[in-house]
């Protein structure tokens, strides 16, 4: 099946288009996952034989013992699934393997995927891999009219190609201050659960914050900066009291690029 268009309208009223991943993408994207969580399983098993081996010397009582051995099992089972649940959540819906094939999870609103639902989705790889070999997930994306297997169903995700960058575009008023300014993301560490804590609603204030910048005479713009500020940054750890307009604009301009990569989805 070939990958087909989808348009996605947010609570905003935008219209959103992406380009569903299909069975290729994904399968290529899965078999790179699970080349490296070979890797690492072997590295278990060799690490497993290696610590019954040194236990010949310990006391006959204990060279039986199947704590090892029970480790092991838990570790695989943990890595094996939490790698997939860990890697969508904090990579913004990208396994090594999605981000080398260039796919993505989202939401069906078009939103980065949630906690609950890279939670969910995972969880049901266990359902999507019966009988052998994820035969059910492979029927399901390649008959679903959006190739989604159970656990999208259920958590509400689907699988899209990232946004290629478009070159040669002509850069916006407020990326062309942000430029003469210096400013880029590196300028403000901000770790993914707290980047994670803002909504829609603070990437709309602030996007419209950005849109309007440029336009708007300095005093306005001060007092629309001191209030924002005051809205945002104290979610980032950031002080506002005593700061001048300055570098409330810049921090919030910083702040910016960060939500922009978070919630703007454009092909």
Not at 39 to 66: C, D, H, K, Y
Not at 107 to 113: F, L, P
Not at 184 to 196: G, P, R, S
Request: glycine share 6%.
């Amino acid at each position: 099946m070939n990958s087909e268009q989808m348009e996605v309208k947010t609570p905003e009223y935008v219209s959103l288009q992406f380009r569903l991943a299909g069975l290729g993408s994904r399968a290529a994207a899965f078999i790179i996952d699970q080349i490296l969580l070979g890797i690492i399983n072997v590295a278990i098993v060799i690490l497993l034989i290696v610590v019954i081996q040194g236990m010949s010397s310990l006391p006959a009582f204990l060279e039986n013992s199947t704590v090892p051995i029970a480790i092991a099992i838990i570790a695989l089972f943990i890595i094996n699934y939490g790698y997939f649940f860990v890697c969508e959540y904090f990579s913004g819906g990208r396994t090594l393997g999605k981000k080398l094939v260039g796919i993505r999870v989202i939401q069906d609103n078009g939103h980065s995927i949630t906690l609950l639902s890279s939670f969910i989705r995972n969880l049901l790889r266990l359902i999507d891999s019966l009988p052998t070999g994820y035969f059910l997930g492979i029927i399901m994306v390649f008959f679903h009219s959006k190739h989604k297997r159970l656990g999208d169903l259920v958590a509400g995700t689907i699988v899209v190609h990232e946004r290629k960058a478009k070159r040669k575009k002509k850069p916006s008023g407020i990326e062309k201050e942000i430029q003469e300014r210096g400013l880029a993301k590196e300028n403000l560490v901000i770790d993914e659960w707290t980047l994670k804590s803002f909504k829609a609603k603070d990437w709309k204030l602030i996007n419209t914050y950005a849109a309007r910048f440029m336009q708007l005479p300095k005093a306005e713009r001060d007092q629309m900066t001191r209030k924002i500020a005051d809205l945002l940054l104290p979610k980032i750890g950031v002080e506002v009291v005593g700061e001048s307009e300055e570098n409330l604009e810049n921090t919030l301009l910083v702040l910016y690029l960060h939500l922009k990569d978070e919630w703007e989805f454009e092909l």
